[in-house]
């Protein structure tokens, strides 16, 4: 559905930094459901465990927060805006992404009132859950340079 580029012009987020691939599947405001391809040649994973290559847990939460962005600001309301990560809640890992994996992202916007919202995330490699947990967020306007 939505390809990096296409992703890009919804969330600011840019290498290394853009954790997401490509949007499958969305129902703006709703729910959606992303890509990330776990490639070895990642800058984080010289650093991290680089004897047993393990994705920091922290960037899957990263990725689940970034697909929920493009949900919410794909919006009609919310274009232009900018999606800031505000907490997570209940949080588990339960099996690691390694080099070569497909994770899926799925998040669905549990609650949105006016600017802030919350939404429950599930990462997935197959159908193995490597990541749950809940994020909160705050909607923003983009600052003019």
Excluded: W
């Amino acid at each position: 559905m939505l390809n990096k580029e296409d992703i890009k012009k919804i969330i600011p987020h840019r290498e290394p930094f853009l954790l997401i691939d490509e949007v499958v599947t969305m129902i703006p405001g709703k729910s959606i459901t992303a890509l990330k391809y776990v490639d070895e040649k990642e800058y984080y994973f010289e650093g991290h465990f680089p004897q047993e290559k393990v994705m920091p847990g922290v960037l899957i939460i990263e990725a689940l927060a970034q697909a929920g962005a493009v949900a919410i600001l794909s919006m009609e309301e919310h274009k232009g805006k900018i999606a800031y990560f505000g907490g997570i809640k209940e949080a588990k890992f339960r099996k690691k992404a390694v080099p070569g994996d497909v994770l899926t992202l799925n998040l669905e916007i549990t609650r949105l009132r006016s600017r802030i919202g919350t939404g429950k995330g599930v990462a997935l490699r197959g159908e193995d859950v490597i990541c749950e947990c809940e994020i909160l967020f705050a909607i923003g306007d983009k600052e003019e340079d």
